[in-house]
């Protein structure tokens, strides 16, 4: 068992500076999606180091397209509504809760930046990817003329929400024309590139630059799909992760500092393997090997309570389902061996005894929501924080009511 000494609460986060406050990025990772504790823990997280260490932005796991609308809120942009902007400028459901909502609130008034770092349209379609960059182009090069078989066929493989991922994935499965929608995101691209000179010149340096990672980041999707339909999940999964990375990259050329908020399994600095794949090329390992010790990382484990529902009921609106208590041998069981109550606590790795770092090798996987992945904490990670007992967020009705309805029919029915 860790001792007394290495664990200590969240009302004494100064216990982190040395571990955190000189980082360029700040990852917080969450063992499941839309749990209350995690956006709480990274609320307040980010207000330390905005606070303690004059961090200004807070990106997320979230289409990177779609977070422009969130951005112009945080700026004062009043056209669109909060909860419109939440519930569509979020995407992979990321959106739909009020703790979410109070976040962005905060940060409206502390002057906090906001990007998305994810593929466009919850995975499910890449047309809110491809949309701005055929808008662009009509700008930028308006006797260009671009095939218009390109957003059918987009069209053609799209779903309308999160709950529509498998719809798509079948879709690229069966599609004839995947291989020419492919082709004709290269050629976008390459017109994209081919033209940078006069386009800036007709446009902007930022909208040039926006809609050229814009069109990265929806043959990023192309590509996953692409990879997962022709039954390599790992091989798609890694498209997806280094284009993230991408995208982080991108956000590092015009932020000094971010805090970056992800699941566990994108954060960490060695490959993951989910429990049906390969080891597989994390957005922390692209990151680590390209900021080094910029880059530092906090994760999350879990004790009882409600995580992400896992089976088919989650298509049909049931997002939660029952979270049994943690292995008494995988991470998770030793850090809630390690305090008792219902308080949560961290652990900062960097600054263990040697019989704490013991302990903690000892553990040799974690919990991703209900199931287990191998890991090696030490190498991993920078900082533990433990939420003993994780429930359903608050879903946000207002934000609801402007969801597309294939979100909203599931949720309110």
């Known amino acids: ?20 406050g000189g980082a360029r ?6 063992s499941s999606h839309y749990n209350r504790e995690q956006y709480l823990l990274r609320s307040q997280l980010l207000r330390h180091l905005a606070e303690r260490h004059g961090f200004r932005v807070y990106a997320m796991e979230s289409g990177f397209v779609e977070g422009w609308a969130v951005a112009d809120w945080l700026r004062g942009d009043d056209s669109r509504p909060l909860g419109d902007v939440l519930a569509n400028g979020v995407t992979g459901l990321m959106g739909l809760w009020t703790e979410l909502r109070t ?46 078989r390109i957003r059918e066929i987009a069209a053609a493989l799209s779903g309308p929400s999160a709950f529509s991922q498998l719809t798509s ?31 800036v010149r007709r446009t902007s340096v930022e ?7 814009a069109v990265e980041v929806t043959i990023g999707l192309d590509g996953t799909a692409r990879g997962m339909a022709r039954g390599d999940q790992a091989g798609g999964m890694e498209v997806r992760e280094a284009t993230i990375a991408g995208t982080v990259e991108w956000i590092l050329r015009r932020e000094e500092r971010i805090v970056l908020a992800e699941h566990n399994a994108h954060v960490q600095r060695l490959p993951a393997a989910l429990p049906t794949t390969r080891a597989m090329a994390t957005m922390g390992v692209h990151l680590a090997d390209r900021l080094g010790d910029e880059y530092r990382v906090v994760a999350t484990t879990t004790g009882g ?53 013991a302990v903690i090798r000892g553990a040799k996987e974690q919990r991703y929501g209900v199931a287990y992945a191998e890991v090696d904490a030490m190498a991993a990670y920078d900082v533990l924080v433990h939420l003993p007992r994780v429930t359903g967020a608050t879903l946000d009705l207002d934000t609801i009511g402007h969801a597309v309805p294939d979100v909203r029919d599931r949720l309110l029915k």
């Not at 068992?1 to 969240?10: D, I, Q």
């Not at 990025?25 to 969450?30: D, L, P, S």
């Not at 909208?207 to 990672?213: H, K, P, S």
């Open 25 to 30: 990025v700040v990852a917080i990772g969450e």
């Open 207 to 213: 909208a040039y630059e926006r809609a050229l990672r």
């Open 305 to 357: 309570g409600q995580s992400l529902n896992y089976t088919a009921g989650f298509f049909d609106g049931v997002m939660f389902a029952d979270l049994d208590e943690p292995r008494p041998d995988s991470l998770d069981g030793l850090m809630a061996a390690a305090r008792a109550g219902d308080e949560p606590f961290a652990v900062d790795l960097r600054r263990l005894s040697a019989a704490d770092e």
């Open 103 to 148: 976040q962005l609130e905060w940060m409206r008034e502390h002057r906090i930046g906001f990007y998305g770092t994810d593929l466009p349209g919850s995975n499910a379609s890449t047309l809110p990817g491809l949309d701005p960059v055929l808008a662009y182009l009509v700008e930028a090069d308006p006797d260009f003329e671009v095939d218009p």
């Open 1 to 20: 068992m860790l001792s007394a000494a290495a664990v200590f609460g969240l009302d004494e986060l100064d216990r982190l500076d040395e571990a955190l």
């Open 169 to 199: 994935l079948t879709a690229y499965t069966q599609h004839a024309e995947r291989d020419s929608f492919s082709a004709g995101l290269a050629d976008l691209r390459a017109r994209l590139l081919a033209g940078r000179i006069a386009y």
